[in-house]
């Protein structure tokens, strides 16, 4: 283990020029040691999980039990059994519009949009392409590949077939052209081909059908048309019967029809599933489409016929439906979302043996179905992938490695009992694949909330995920009804989703959950394994008002100007938006509202099943006539039996074991009148401007506020930040950060006029505290100004340009950050006491005393004591994170208590609790026994304590700014994870601040990304990908290693299974399936060679390159060394021919040389 020396700062200066370093203490140098270096880090992506965003195609394949998904954004995902999943991505980002798998060979097709063909390996842990084709001159609409072929059949917008070598991915000479295909005497154009599939009993038939309602059965071998099949409707796709004598289609006006091979002149049968069938024997009302029909037929019992759509028109308001046909029976299942695709799975693979099918998969534009048919009603199956992420819109994620080994147990007991009961009795049927074997295994936890006020919690240990309990917040308040007046208007600040989670702040140890909403509610979750009825549910009523008394105009003279950051970085860290709460007035016939929450807490009692129990709601109230601000952090501690929250409006502080109101100041008030960031008002040496001209300079503010609004802000909830415009925005300002320099620009005329007109506003904060029916009212006098939702660390509360002055930092200040921790608010403080740490939008960190009273009774009898202490440092930009270090490096954690039943006996309860750990040992006079790590938007301090001195500071960008900051835990020490808005993630040594990782991961980030990216310990981090999927990625050198390992596999040897014995008299007399040699048919030597300009042949990466970046691990080490044997022998081979080819030049030149001397050898010189 190497000690912490100088020679590392002179590391970190050279590797970043924005790199600024104190000098250290005396003793720092010999005491602190730092473990962690550059090789310890490595950026790569983990898993995705979640469902596919916007799915556009499906496969199966029947003998390896793999599923495919195919999106709009080109990816591919795949799925196995339970925890075996897999994501590619093609590089084009095309649509993939089919997918179809080589059954049982490891191998997989998929057709985009953009008119390009792969071939993608599934044979190892992390497919790859071998082979592209790229059509030049046609549109690709269709693609079939029979089973155990090589040739893919591709058909085109322009109506011809073309026939593909899956082998070497190159096109046969061999082209079926629309206009051979069709009859002579049509004198239009057939249409794109729509479906394209070979008679199940002879090979050399292939049905061909094109979107005009034609339908062309031709025959490979003589190059002709054997049959063809006119309707008057457009088809949407067709289904052989498995003896290849019949075939059904489904049309555009809901018909079905079903022709006999020999019979083309006219349907054999014709029926509208769901039209009204007339009296008189008239035609049936058309129907909607009937977009895709499957025939599965069965030894023992009728057909199955499955179809999507085909309703009628006058059920427009229905849901999507799939409708099951079998004998004389049709159920019609109603589905939650759109139809995009389905599949009947069967027991066979063979297309011309009985099908017997077993279950129908669906897929929807937002979820997985499968269907089991082998049960009366139809029942589904238990979906094993955690594809509901996105049941409610996500709007925070929290993630937590390395938990407590028995928290995973007991959130899976608790939600065990929420399971859904009706479920199929069968395994789930895509089974393939085999789970991986690593060994780096710890408990992991992940936290969704969501916009209906749920939160579930995730099992993500072994980059699996698995869904434990599902806590619902919204059973505490009563349920608004839309046709009441009073209740519509208390919902009025939020627009669609009242309850939707915005924070939450949890602790594992003790299991407290404490979570705030976007209707400025905050609820503290207790966990318990039995089930109790809260009769009243405890609440507390919080009015945090802000009133203006009178303008004064203060003499710039009078204070020292604040430290301003350059003009520059105000494009990068833009402020925030106006949020619309501000503007709203409600007012009812009483007059303004006031004193009135939100959302109205439930009356009645409230049965509160296992898991995690309410044990108190927070409520800001409504203030003459405006909405409360929303909360922009948030922090619960269990050993002091806290919480705090805050918001523009300032800080609160709140006993839930007593149920009281602590602390409700504004920021202004918790400054020390010292502090050189504190302005008092004063009264004006020059003229007095009259109090009305304060509507015209918050017109200028305003104007000058959206000038400088971020595009990444702004939204009145975090699930609304998703639109469109707003991420456009986004999008433009991340690329704009990578462009700015860090120049300071002179300020400009408008500019300098606002600065002039600001004027420091006077209020006074009101608070009231409603308990049992009681009210307690407090009023504290601070000088804040109301201003717009800035959220916590989730969100983007962002630091002012330069040319605001420090009345307008001050007043659009907010709570940023909040921390408890037992430590040195004090610079006297000779021992470490309860602390809690505020961090500010302006970068101001604030800290107040905790005085705690005696463990047991006392504790919830006698009053906890709340003492600003006034700051400690001041960083460029608003406070997102802060940790504690001791005198050796190491993270000291929050205080907490352990997790004790809280309904059981009072007995037991009083032998499970323990006391508070004993405080540090007092710190010997003239040494700093912690140290203080707070990272802002712009840089990153480390702080001794108590003498509260400056040992360290990192200049983390100067062009960007940060979107989320924590400590982490690694396994060779402690560092600073960063995630920037230009994309960029650095880990940062601590506590020297050394650049140990800077990789531009993001080149464009949006919105969703920068709200829920959260880092974890051990190297882990996750971000919402889209708004249905969680991207994990992992930045530990160890975890990429072995991350092969724990990957799962896809592709597992499986025998084939055998075909259908054909029987004595249909092998005696050819009635069984006639098989065809393609090649003889579509080879080189009989089709010749496709025309060159029509398709371009792309090799993929699959080459010694690409499984060099594929191999890791024992195995990959072993791939390596022989893949460097193999180069090691073409160099050798390369050698040895450059050598006799030397060698015969030499012996050519010997020879022409002995040749000459031999003609000259006799002659005189005058002969020459």
């Known amino acids: 283990m190497k000690k912490f020396n100088i020679r590392k700062v002179l590391d970190g200066l050279t590797a970043s020029s924005s790199s600024a370093s104190a000098h250290p203490g005396p003793n720092q140098n010999d005491v602190i040691q730092e473990t962690l270096q550059s090789e310890h880090f490595q950026l790569c992506k983990t898993v995705r999980h979640g469902f596919p965003y916007q799915p556009s195609s499906m496969a199966f394949d029947p003998v390896q039990k793999i599923l495919a998904i195919g999106t709009q954004s080109g990816a591919v995902r795949l799925f196995g059994r339970a925890g075996v999943e897999c994501y590619c991505q093609h590089e084009s980002g095309a649509a993939v519009i089919q997918l179809q798998f080589l059954v049982n060979e490891g191998a997989l097709v998929s057709a985009l949009a953009d008119d390009s063909v792969h071939l993608w390996n599934l044979r190892q842990k992390q497919p790859a392409i071998l082979h592209t084709l790229k059509f030049n001159r046609e549109r690709i609409t269709f693609c079939h590949l029979p089973f155990q072929s090589k040739w893919l059949y591709i058909g085109s917008e322009k109506g011809n077939i073309h026939i593909v070598n899956v082998e070497s991915f190159t096109l046969s000479g061999y082209v079926i052209m629309w206009n051979k295909a069709i009859e002579l005497s049509s004198k239009t154009h057939p249409g794109p081909v729509v479906h394209i599939s070979d008679n199940p009993m002879d090979e050399g038939k292939i049905l061909i059908g094109f979107e005009c309602g034609t339908v062309v059965l031709w025959d490979l071998k003589s190059k002709k048309a054997d049959y063809r099949y006119?309707?008057?409707?457009?088809?949407?796709?067709?289904?052989?019967?498995?003896?290849?004598?019949?075939?059904?289609?489904?049309?555009?006006?809901?018909?079905?029809?079903?022709?006999?091979?020999?019979?083309?002149?006219?349907?054999?049968?014709?029926?509208?599933?769901?039209?009204?069938?007339?009296?008189?024997?008239?035609?049936?009302?058309?129907?909607?489409?009937?977009?895709?029909?499957?025939?599965?037929?069965?030894?023992?019992?009728?057909?199955?016929?499955?179809?999507?759509?085909?309703?009628?028109?006058?059920?427009?308001?229905?849901?999507?439906?799939?409708?099951?046909?079998?004998?004389?029976?049709?159920?019609?299942?109603?589905?939650?979302?759109?139809?995009?695709?389905?599949?009947?799975?069967?027991?066979?693979?063979?297309?011309?043996?009985?099908?017997?099918?077993?279950?129908?998969?669906?897929?929807?534009?937002?979820d997985l179905v499968v269907i089991d048919l082998g049960q009366i009603g139809y029942p589904i199956f238990e979906n094993p992938y955690p594809l509901s992420i996105h049941e409610s819109p996500v709007t925070c994620v929290e993630y937590f490695a390395d938990c407590p080994p028995e928290l995973i147990p007991a959130l899976y007991s608790v939600g065990s009992r929420q399971k859904r009961q009706g479920y199929s009795k069968k395994e789930w049927p895509i089974s393939g694949g085999n789970w991986g074997q690593g060994t780096l295994s710890y408990p992991e936890i992940i936290i969704t909330g969501h916009a209906d006020g749920s939160i579930k919690f995730w099992d993500a240990s072994a980059i699996m995920l698995q869904v434990l309990y599902k806590l619902k917040t919204a059973k505490v308040f009563e349920r608004s009804l839309k046709g009441a007046k009073e209740e519509k208007q208390n919902t009025e600040i939020v627009d669609e989703d009242p309850f939707a989670i915005q924070s939450l702040s949890w602790c594992p140890e003790s299991r407290m959950l404490c979570v705030a909403g976007v209707s400025a509610h905050v609820i503290v979750y207790r966990f318990s394994k039995l089930e109790i009825t809260t009769e009243v549910v405890q609440l507390l009523e919080v009015r945090m008002q802000c009133e203006l008394n009178d303008v004064d105009s203060p003499d710039p003279a009078d204070h020292p100007p604040t430290p301003s950051t350059p003009a520059a970085h105000s494009s990068a860290s833009p402020s925030q938006e106006r949020d619309p709460f501000e503007t709203q007035q409600s007012t009812t016939d009483e007059g303004p509202r006031?004193?009135?929450?939100?959302?109205?807490?439930?009356?009645?009692?409230?049965?509160?099943?296992?898991?995690?129990?309410?044990?108190?709601?927070?409520?800001?109230?409504?203030?003459?006539?405006?909405?409360?601000?929303?909360?922009?952090?948030?922090?619960?501690?269990?050993?002091?039996?806290?919480?705090?929250?805050?918001?523009?409006?300032?800080?609160?502080?709140?006993?839930?074991?007593?149920?009281?109101?602590?602390?409700?100041?504004?920021?202004?008030?918790?400054?020390?009148?010292?502090?050189?960031?504190?302005?008092?008002?004063?009264?004006?040496?020059?003229?007095?401007?009259?109090?009305?001209?304060?509507?015209?300079?918050?017109?200028?503010?305003?104007?000058?506020?959206?000038?400088?609004?971020?595009?990444?802000?702004?939204?009145?909830?975090?699930?609304?930040?998703?639109?469109?415009?707003?991420?456009?925005?986004?999008?433009?300002?991340?690329?704009?950060?990578?462009?700015?320099?860090?120049?300071?620009?002179?300020?400009?005329?408008?500019?300098?006029?606002?600065?002039?007109?600001?004027?420091?506003?006077?209020?006074?904060?009101?608070?009231?505290?409603?308990?049992?029916?009681?009210?307690?009212?407090?009023?504290?006098?601070?000088?804040?100004?109301?201003?717009?939702?800035?959220?916590?660390?989730?969100?983007?509360?962002?630091?002012?340009?330069?040319?605001?002055?420090?009345?307008?930092?001050?007043?659009?200040?907010?709570?940023?950050?909040?921390?408890?921790?037992?430590?040195?608010?004090?610079?006297?403080?000779?021992?470490?006491?309860?602390?809690?740490?505020?961090?500010?939008?302006?970068?101001?960190?604030?800290?107040?005393?905790?005085?705690?009273?005696?463990?047991?009774?006392?504790?919830?009898?006698?009053?906890?004591?709340?003492?600003?202490?006034?700051?400690?440092?001041?960083?460029?930009?608003?406070?997102?994170?802060?940790?504690?270090?001791?005198?050796?490096?190491?993270?000291v954690p929050p205080l907490y208590e352990p997790w004790s039943e809280p309904n059981a006996p009072d007995e037991e309860k009083e032998k499970a609790r323990r006391r508070r750990p004993a405080s540090p040992a007092p710190t010997q006079e003239g040494q700093d026994s912690q140290y203080a790590v707070v990272c802002s938007e712009k840089q990153a301090k480390v702080l001794g304590l108590p003498s509260q001195s400056h040992c360290f500071k990192h200049n983390i960008t100067e062009s960007s700014f940060v979107l989320r900051a924590d400590v982490v835990q690694m396994t060779a020490g402690l560092c600073l994870a960063c995630f920037c808005a230009n994309g960029h993630i650095m880990t940062l040594s601590l506590p020297s601040l050394r650049p140990l990782l800077d990789v531009n991961y993001l080149p464009l980030t949006d919105m969703r990304i920068a709200r829920t990216f959260c880092f974890s310990n051990l190297g882990q981090a996750l971000y919402l990908v889209s708004p249905t999927e969680i991207q994990r990625i992992t930045y530990s050198q160890e975890t990429c290693n072995n991350l092969q390992e724990m990957m799962g596999e896809l592709f597992t040897p499986v025998e084939t299974p055998e075909a259908p014995n054909r029987g004595f008299f249909k092998g005696l007399f050819g009635g069984g399936a006639q098989s065809l040699d393609r090649e003889d048919l579509f080879g080189e030597i009989a089709a010749g060679k496709a025309s060159r300009s029509l398709a371009q042949h792309i090799p993929g990466p699959q080459s010694m390159e690409g499984m060099k970046g594929a191999a890791s691990g024992v195995v990959g080490d072993l791939a390596r060394a022989r893949i460097a044997l193999d180069e090691r022998g073409q160099k050798l081979g390369e050698l040895e021919d450059?050598?006799?080819?030397?060698?015969?030049?030499?012996?050519?030149?010997?020879?022409?040389?002995?040749?000459?001397m031999l003609k000259y050898k006799d002659k005189k010189w005058y002969q020459l």
């Open 594 to 891: 006031d004193n009135v929450p939100c959302l109205k807490v439930r009356s009645s009692p409230l049965k509160q099943s296992p898991g995690y129990q309410v044990d108190l709601v927070v409520q800001l109230v409504w203030v003459s006539g405006e909405p409360p601000q929303q909360i922009t952090s948030l922090a619960v501690n269990s050993s002091y039996g806290l919480v705090a929250f805050g918001n523009s409006n300032g800080l609160a502080v709140v006993d839930y074991l007593q149920k009281t109101l602590l602390l409700n100041m504004g920021l202004s008030e918790l400054y020390s009148p010292s502090e050189p960031y504190q302005r008092q008002p004063r009264s004006p040496r020059k003229t007095r401007q009259p109090s009305g001209a304060l509507s015209d300079n918050d017109g200028n503010n305003a104007a000058e506020e959206k000038s400088n609004k971020s595009p990444t802000s702004g939204s009145t909830s975090p699930f609304n930040s998703d639109d469109e415009h707003k991420q456009q925005r986004f999008i433009e300002k991340a690329r704009m950060s990578r462009k700015i320099s860090s120049s300071t620009e002179q300020k400009t005329d408008q500019e300098e006029r606002v600065q002039r007109k600001r004027q420091p506003l006077k209020k006074k904060c009101l608070s009231s505290v409603k308990e049992d029916n009681e009210t307690r009212r407090t009023q504290f006098h601070l000088f804040t100004h109301p201003v717009p939702d800035l959220n916590a660390k989730d969100s983007f509360s962002r630091s002012r340009s330069s040319s605001v002055t420090s009345i307008e930092r001050e007043s659009r200040e907010a709570v940023s950050s909040i921390h408890f921790m037992e430590s040195f608010p004090r610079k006297t403080d000779s021992s470490a006491s309860p602390s809690l740490w505020v961090g500010s939008t302006q970068g101001t960190l604030l800290m107040l005393a905790l005085s705690l009273p005696p463990t047991g009774d006392q504790r919830l009898q006698e009053p906890v004591g709340v003492s600003p202490c006034g700051t400690l440092v001041r960083l460029k930009g608003g406070i997102l994170t802060m940790a504690f270090l001791d005198s050796l490096g190491v993270i």
């Open 1138 to 1156: 450059r050598t006799a080819a030397m060698l015969a030049s030499a012996d050519s030149f010997s020879r022409h040389a002995h040749d000459m």
């Open 230 to 366: 006119n309707y008057d409707e457009a088809i949407h796709s067709v289904a052989w019967h498995h003896e290849g004598k019949q075939f059904t289609c489904s049309h555009s006006d809901g018909t079905l029809t079903t022709w006999n091979v020999r019979v083309p002149t006219k349907p054999v049968i014709t029926i509208t599933p769901h039209g009204k069938q007339p009296k008189d024997g008239k035609k049936p009302e058309p129907c909607k489409p009937i977009l895709k029909v499957e025939y599965k037929t069965t030894r023992a019992g009728d057909a199955f016929m499955v179809m999507s759509g085909g309703l009628s028109y006058d059920t427009c308001c229905r849901r999507a439906c799939l409708t099951v046909m079998h004998g004389k029976s049709t159920a019609v299942l109603e589905m939650d979302y759109p139809i995009v695709d389905f599949l009947t799975l069967c027991e066979t693979p063979y297309p011309n043996d009985f099908q017997e099918p077993y279950a129908v998969v669906v897929l929807l534009e937002k």
